[in-house]
């Protein structure tokens, strides 16, 4: 049987985001600060659905100890740890005070920042800091593109067998498949190196700028 591919078109976008369930108050609340106060970076912020299928993944998949790498005002870090396990904790990776800052005010104001520890630094660096073993049961990463093959390779050997990596923006506008410059080459050459990893196995989901999600063999 064959298909087209839906086009998602900003009506049907529309549609999509009203006839699920709407974000609470905290949620819907970030989301606008960070449109208003930051509309030159506010594409960083996930969207809407993303947010609440990444809070429904994690409680579904019943996490406890999750990871993300990129957390600028939260949005994504709230919906995880709103997801988590009740004796779950969430440990976020950022390079910037500034933005996180709203963050923190987010995550206090929804009851979760007891499940959250802020790691501020470089990444690539601070990743070292977590136990060797696998134990994260959810990773989240969303952050510098050329960043994403040193997350990827610190964080898969951390993850449990049957634990998700979730990885944002590698549809990249749709740019990975004629990739022009050095990011779209980036984020192509980093789904290139995902499907060849014999430790995962993975689908591309076309969520927002798409969202590849690994499950480790």
């Keep these: ?97 500034e933005f996180t800052a709203v963050a923190r005010r987010y995550w206090k104001r929804a009851g979760v920042d007891g499940r959250i520890e802020l790691r501020i630094g470089p990444a690539a660096e601070r990743l070292q800091e977590l ?16 960043g994403y093959p040193a997350y990827w390779n610190a964080l898969v050997p951390r993850t449990k067998e049957g634990g998700l990596v979730l990885v944002d923006n590698t549809l990249w506008s749709g740019r990975v498949v004629d990739p022009q410059g050095a990011t779209d080459r980036a984020i192509a050459d980093f789904n290139d190196m995902v499907l060849a990893d014999p430790r995962v196995e993975l689908v591309i989901l076309p969520l927002a700028d798409g969202l590849t999600m690994a499950r480790k063999l």
């Design 131 to 146: 136990p060797d073993e696998p134990h994260l049961d959810l990773v989240f990463i969303d952050a510098d593109k050329g």
């Design 1 to 97: 049987m064959s298909y087209e591919p839906l086009a998602l078109t900003p009506e049907l976008h529309r549609y999509l985001l009203d006839h699920s369930t709407a974000p609470d108050e905290a949620t819907a609340d970030l989301i606008a600060e960070t449109r208003a106060s930051l509309p030159d970076n506010a594409t960083m912020q996930v969207g809407p659905e993303q947010a609440a299928f990444l809070r429904m993944l994690t409680a579904v998949a019943g996490v406890r100890r999750a990871v993300e790498v990129g957390t600028f005002t939260g949005l994504s870090s709230l919906s995880i740890a709103r997801g988590l396990a009740d004796d779950g904790r969430l440990t976020c990776f950022d390079i910037s005070e």
